[in-house]
């Protein structure tokens, strides 16, 4: 009982917003949670303050621009020691789309440490708003000098949601055919793949990922399919770790014994609607000995 | 074709006193856009003075580096104005090194902000523009980043990405 | 009469986004007025040279989440022009909805704004809830609140189904009566005339001077909308007027945006009756061969344009673009001069200044 008490006391948590040069989408969410009843921060116990002295929680949005960063570190600087800092977006966090250009000078761990991280592009409100419970989280932890709870794993029980907002990417290598259309069109840099000796593997780091879904858009076998998953805030000691991860092993040419990348089930039902046995053999097929048996060399 | 075209095939000729080529092109739902390469240089103050009387607006400015623009030893401006829906751009052909055009301010207020940037960004001297300041990029970033497209990797920090992309495959080993 | 300078930041203009004015003053009055941008250039017009195409779609998308489905679409009306490309007739509809939709969520936006940088504050939260109808009614079929996805090279990537479609009706129809009762408002209401009627005044011959375009333009009465003066996508099939108002002051202009918002209910409404049946997209995976094109088309603060020079490859030689925001700051100058330091920030906000889309 008398904890209440002494919260109140207290009074709010108070939220400071640093723009370090964004699109504006992460902003006018947050300017959502400071306006709209169903998801003010209010319901937090939080509250938007003006002043950077005030700030109990810091949100940081955008890549970092070279022009704006002396006035963000300023305003940084400006707030009391023990804040708690929130990455809001995954601009912050990895540049994002941005990432890359001469202008930009993030991410924003070069230059002061962050708490938490809230990925998204941008950020659902219901998404900031567990973020800043996150960041909540970390404070009470800290001014009881206990280690903060580490951050349950919510994400199963917020899936049945209202909407299916776009979330993370998902990847089920058994139907990937390694045609790297997803690395192709990702504007954010998100993909990457690396030969290894068993296999080819995918590795989607969704800091850096902005939920587009134009990898799933234009993979021909639905590889990579875009989840309902939205809720991905995390520690940020754990940002590299944010992946999803598939790998499309090799597998020797029933032809010649060479280490090829099987065609995936998928992509014969797209070619050929409903492929018959002899198609099926050309599936564990290299391509020279794919042409072999479709230009009429004797069956086996 | 229409009015316009030979409005404004009538104006250009006047103004640089000699038959002036604009290509018409009409889209599926017939807006007009023209492009004009003009002679020379000089010819575009007269050009843009003759489109101002016509009451065009100016639209943009987009300079750039054509293709095999070393080679050529040639880049080039296009401006691109408005007549009431349609848009005609006019394309002066510069020098790569010292190229310097006249400022279009003085005809077109809103010209100004077009030509800081394009001073900033390229290596072009705008003459006789009323205030030449920097606009967007920052004090400490070098002239003209757009004149380094090739290579970019030397001036581009592409090694953010490869720092940041290290650290999210180590980080898998390490929890494997 | 003491002449000083000043200088003001995102926080005193009461903007989302970081910049600065320096003001010259004349006792409490602007005289003077300097326009300092920058802070959020992120380098984009580089940036996509070293993008392909693809990729340039969803880059191009964050170049600001309050236009963000007009430059997808209007980028790839580029392409598609380059390609020689036309896209489905559907999809000419589809771009209709997602582009109306942001103009009613980006108008609403810029009312809200400007009603708290006048204090406001019941009018600034309820505007806002208005708007999540908006927002809501994206999230259902784009699946975010902010940016769509809705645009591919040669057409959409997104469909309604009827069910969405239904939804999306309901949701026109919730639309309307707020819409009604805040253009009376904005028109009528006593104490938002004190604030905004005669206040930062662009009068017509400044306008065409400055070369204003957009609501800005239209407040002025300066009926120009690309959408009737270059028609493109579906807009040629859709029946709609131009709102226009004659005073050019802050009133005016927010007076246009409600009247285009209500309009804009109108066309999503006329897309759903008219929608034809058939493909999303012309060609996934289409060609583009070199050339240049020019794609316009009316944002929600006006007229937008790209420029695409391609040379064969995926890759742009260039890409420009030049947004409404850039062509409306000047005028800033013209509507502050005489005004008390006070009206700066709703001044400001009237234009719907947007920082990310000038910066680049
Ligand atoms: S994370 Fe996405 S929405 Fe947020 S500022 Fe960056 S680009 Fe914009
Ligand atoms: S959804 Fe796919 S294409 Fe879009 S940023 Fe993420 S990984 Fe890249």
Redesign the pocket.
Known sequence: MHIEVEETAVGPVRLFRINTG??????V?LAVTSAVTEFDVEQLGCRYTESAHEADIVLI???LTIRARDEVLRLYAQAPRDKVTVA????PVSG???RDSYAVDGPIERHLPVDVNIP????RPQALLAGIGAALEIRRARRDGEEPARNPDHRKHHGTDNFPARGRMSYDAKACVDCRMCRHVCAAGAIRFEAGDGGVRLTLWHNSC?FCGLCSHYCPTGALSVTGDWRLDHRAADAFTQIERGEVPYAPCTGCGEAIIPTAPQLLHAAFRRPNPEIEKLKNLCPACRQLMSIGVPRR | MTDLTTNVAAALAMAAGEEINVLWRRDRKGVLTGWCRLPCGEALLPAARAVAELEGRLAMVTPYLPERAKEKGEREIAYHFDLDGATLTLTVVLPLEWARVPSLTPIFRNCDWQERELMELYDVQVVGHPDPRRLFLDHTLPHAPFERLVPYSTFTNAATGKALWDKVLAGEREDA | MTTKIIELGAHQLALEEPMYFRVKLEGDRVADLDVLPGQVHRGMEHLVMRRNLYQNITLLE?LC?LCSNSHPSTFCAAVEEVAGIAIPERAEYLRAVADEIKRIASHLFCCAVQANAIGETPLFRRIMEVREIMQRAKEAIYGNR??LAANVIGGVRYDLTPEAAAYLAGAMEEMKRPLDELYLQFGNNPALMARMAWVGVLPREAAVECAVVGPVARACGIDYDVRKKSPYGAYDRLKFEVPSQTAGDVRARNLVRLAEARQSVSLIEQCLAQLPAGPLCADNLPEIPAGEAIAKSEAPRGELMYYLRTDGSDFPVRLKWRVPSYMNWDALKVMLKGEPVGNIPLIVNSIDPCIACTDR
């Open positions: 964004s699109c504006n989408g992460c902003d969410e949005t955008g890549p809001v977006g995954v601009c994002g789309v941005f998204g592009c941008p950020p902005v | 964050r989440s902010m940016d």
